[in-house]
């Protein structure tokens, strides 16, 4: 099927003409994903992208929400002054118990790498259609695949972002799977955030009361993929979403974003503004981690603002073990629970958690409060 006249049936329509499933379907069949639609010229965003108005717009801004800033972290002198390491772990658990999203600065990953991993990205959906295509798919089990809205068919509106997801421990494809475009860069990447897990694994474990070495040992970190988003510059920025509301299905994320913003944060029923800080990386707790420390961390709503500036370029690197097949299940951790404090959470396996956030879509309710006891 022609790129040129799939997009004809995505653009705008009238009314009475609007089939919402042949548009999809006519949107996924081009393989070029929004970035398609841009480089169109699109100046009227397609109605699969039309969100209501009340989904949008932030409660009023007052001097209240201007105070809050979710917390930044120095990890400088993590591994070499206790006092230090112990002040650090402190501002962790706070982090995690209040907004289950912080920033880390010093955290050993170069700005170049940093700046590399963006360009990478950048460059991999600058590339001709016909480049991109040959990775267009939606199936879940192909470890390196690009394309547009995993919940395109489930989600109630589609969000103005194309996706590179890219599979990397601890059983990676061979290298040559992975796009030219952003391979090199991407390994290199892969062994930093690595390292920074494990660090950071560490200090959540303190911060529970556990055993440094808990989480890891619980196998938290035995895996971990790249999901790498595009969004463009949009002509119609307050009709739609770059990223609808959703909570991570995973343990922990670190995200790597580039100077454009539009990342909010949920934090006491207000849309928190996240602004970039250059060499910072920013990271959330996830549903898994929230489960099986029985809701001592929490696993926040956050979303990304469609933008007429673009494209924004963020990388968010997803810690979790569905990467490989296993039968463990997930529960609440035994040390955390008491007779006053019982378990929150029925077990799980990590795939059949995976399955129903993917089965839902961003946009409906939480998987995680299908497993709430």
Not at 35 to 59: E, H, N
Not at 71 to 78: C, E, K, Q, S, T
Not at 294 to 306: G, P, Q, Y
Not at 364 to 369: I, K, R
């Amino acid at each position: 099927m022609e790129v040129d006249s799939d997009l004809q049936k995505v653009s705008p329509t009238p009314e009475h003409d609007y089939d919402r499933a042949t548009e999809l379907k006519a949107f996924d069949d081009t393989k070029a994903g929004v970035k398609g639609l841009v480089d169109a010229g699109v100046v009227t965003i397609p109605r699969i992208f039309l969100v209501p108005p009340g989904d949008i717009c932030s409660a009023d801004l007052d001097d209240h929400v201007n105070s809050f800033q979710i917390p930044i972290i120095d990890l400088r002198d993590v591994n070499l002054d206790p006092a230090a390491h112990k002040e650090i772990v402190e501002k962790i658990r706070y982090a995690s118990e209040k907004w289950g999203f912080f920033q880390v600065i010093n955290h050993g990953i170069t700005q170049d790498v940093l700046d590399d991993v963006i360009a990478g990205v950048h460059r991999f959906h600058e590339q001709p259609k016909e480049v991109k295509m040959k990775f267009y798919s939606r199936d879940n089990e192909k470890k390196v695949r690009f394309n547009s809205n995993f919940d395109l068919y489930k989600s109630k509106a589609a969000n103005w972002r194309d996706t590179l997801f890219c599979t990397m421990a601890p059983n990676p494809p061979p290298p040559q799977e992975y796009p030219d475009a952003c391979r090199e860069i991407l390994a290199e990447y892969s062994k930093d955030v690595q390292n920074l897990g494990r660090i950071l694994f560490g200090l959540l474990s303190e911060a529970l009361g556990l055993n440094p070495s808990h989480l890891t040992d619980m196998g938290c970190m035995d895996g971990h993929g790249f999901v790498c988003h595009y969004y463009p510059a949009c002509p119609e920025p307050d009709s739609t979403m770059g990223h609808s509301k959703h909570c991570d299905p995973d343990f922990l994320t670190i995200l790597l974003q580039d100077q454009i913003g539009g990342l909010q944060v949920l934090h006491e029923d207000h849309w928190i503004d996240i602004p970039p800080l250059e060499g910072a990386l920013i990271i959330n707790i996830g549903d898994l981690l929230q489960l099986i420390s029985n809701d001592k961390f929490r696993s926040v709503e956050h979303r990304v603002l469609a933008k007429s500036a673009g494209p924004r370029i963020s990388v968010a690197c997803l810690f979790t073990t569905h990467f490989q097949p296993s039968n463990k299940l997930y529960g609440p951790i035994k040390e955390l629970l008491s007779a006053g404090s019982p378990p929150l959470y029925k077990e799980t396996l990590i795939k059949d958690y995976l399955n129903s956030f993917c089965s839902m879509g961003l946009d409906n309710d939480s998987a995680l409060a299908f497993l709430r006891l």
